[in-house]
């Protein structure tokens, strides 16, 4: 797989007013194209992002991800924003154990 740097080079080369998500370059996983405009667009793995804001910030994973939700897959700034990808099965087995822990 390609390295996060030499991704969004090649997604800036495509298109300039690509957006990156600061700090989180290791969540990169390729690009996307938004709608007909056909703007490629940065792709980010959106449970490794959330993994990485825990690790940063020293955050609950509840407290990572109402700050992901609110100030990175909220912060929509146009058709050059990022998209964020969920690989079913990650967040659904985080959300069970989640619960299990709630129940005991």
Excluded: W
């Excluded at 989180?24 to 490629?40: E, V």
């Amino acid at each position: 797989m390609a390295t996060p740097d030499l991704m969004m080079k090649t997604i800036a080369h495509l298109n300039p007013d690509a957006l990156f998500v600061d700090g989180l370059d290791d969540a990169l996983i390729g690009a996307s194209y938004r709608g007909p405009s056909g703007q490629t667009v940065a792709c980010y793995d959106r449970d490794k992002c959330i993994e990485l804001i825990i690790e940063q910030d020293d955050l609950t994973y509840v407290e990572a991800l109402e700050h992901f939700e609110k100030s990175v897959e909220g912060a929509f700034v146009g058709k050059s924003s990022p998209l964020f990808v969920t690989f079913f099965g990650s967040e659904i087995e985080i959300m069970l154990e989640i619960e299990e822990e709630e129940q005991d």
